[in-house]
């Protein structure tokens, strides 16, 4: 299958590059990138996502917000599959994102770490186990060069653990903690974000009730971990028929264990 890549230059740009060498199934059919400094000799450059998407079977995006909403309408008007991981992107973003799925099969994951979907999961079902006087807290770590904050992943977590309590989380986030502000409100649902040095990326979510503490954590301490989740999605993702999928849709798929 020949890969494109959208953001090619990039740290998950560049890591898909060589796990893509190493795969004996796929090829990198060429990438698309803003950043024209230091373009690297192993990656045939493209004009734009329309010439990109015309040599490419599926491309994978981990670009900007805007650029991925662009990249997921030439997806839709060429009909080829697109896998997006970037991070940042709005409910406005999203919008756009799910009506281009109804021409052509879109995967977006903020992590497409296996450990982290299947954390998703447990997010949830704890959640939902749990009763109100456990209070939720999520706290992330990332490398000093992220730019967004909380991390995708995070706010991931944060929708799990609302879905599994069943509210609604953006009337129950709280991003900023500072001076006087009261006391904990009930389902609130917390968020901590620490930035620096190389860190790949760290989240932990916290249950915290009287007397006890529940802590479902996941490390990451190798970004080609994110890089193998893509690929391994990317394969599924070319057999599906046009839809709006997440990594949990792959995952309940018989391809998980794939190679």
Same mark, same amino acid.
């Given at each position: 299958m020949?890969?494109?890549?959208?953001?090619?230059t990039g740290r998950m740009g560049q890591m898909l590059v060589k796990e893509i060498a190493l795969a004996d199934d796929l090829y990198l059919a060429g990438g698309i990138t803003r950043d024209t400094t230091d373009l690297p000799d192993n990656v045939p450059i493209l004009k734009d996502a329309e010439d990109l998407f015309a040599?490419?079977?599926?491309?994978?995006?981990?670009?900007?917000?805007?650029?991925?909403?662009? =990249?997921?309408?030439?997806? +839709? =008007?060429?009909?080829?599959?697109?896998?997006?991981? &970037? &991070?940042g992107l709005s409910e406005s973003h999203m919008k756009e994102i799910r009506a281009s799925a109804e021409q052509t099969p879109i995967?977006? &994951?903020? =992590?497409?770490?296996?450990?982290? =979907?299947v954390m998703l999961e447990a997010v949830r079902e704890v959640a939902s186990k749990l009763g109100s006087n456990f209070d939720i807290e999520i706290c992330? +770590?990332?490398?000093?060069?992220?730019?967004?904050a909380p991390s995708g992943t995070a706010l991931?977590?944060?929708? +799990?653990?609302?879905?599994?309590?069943g509210i609604d989380l953006s009337s129950h986030a709280v991003f900023e903690r500072h001076g006087n502000t009261g006391v904990?409100?009930?389902?609130?649902?917390?968020?901590?974000?620490?930035r620096g040095g190389d860190i790949v990326g760290e989240h932990t979510v916290y249950f915290i009730g009287q007397g006890e503490r529940i802590e479902i954590t996941h490390r990451a301490t190798d970004?080609?971990?994110?890089?193998?989740g893509a690929l391994q999605a990317s394969r599924w993702l070319a057999t599906q028929p046009a839809g709006f999928y997440e990594m949990r849709d792959f995952l309940d798929s018989s391809h998980t264990h794939r190679d």
């Open positions: 020949k890969i494109g890549i959208a953001g090619c040599v490419a079977d599926l491309v994978i995006d981990f670009t900007a917000p805007d650029s991925s909403v662009y =990249n997921a309408r030439v997806a +839709a =008007n060429i009909r080829k599959p697109l896998l997006i991981g &970037t &991070t995967l977006y &994951t903020p =992590n497409a770490s296996v450990g982290v =979907n992330e +770590a990332h490398h000093s060069k992220k730019v967004d991931a977590l944060g929708r +799990a653990a609302a879905l599994g309590r904990r409100t009930e389902n609130e649902i917390g968020f901590s974000v620490i970004r080609a971990l994110f890089a193998r």
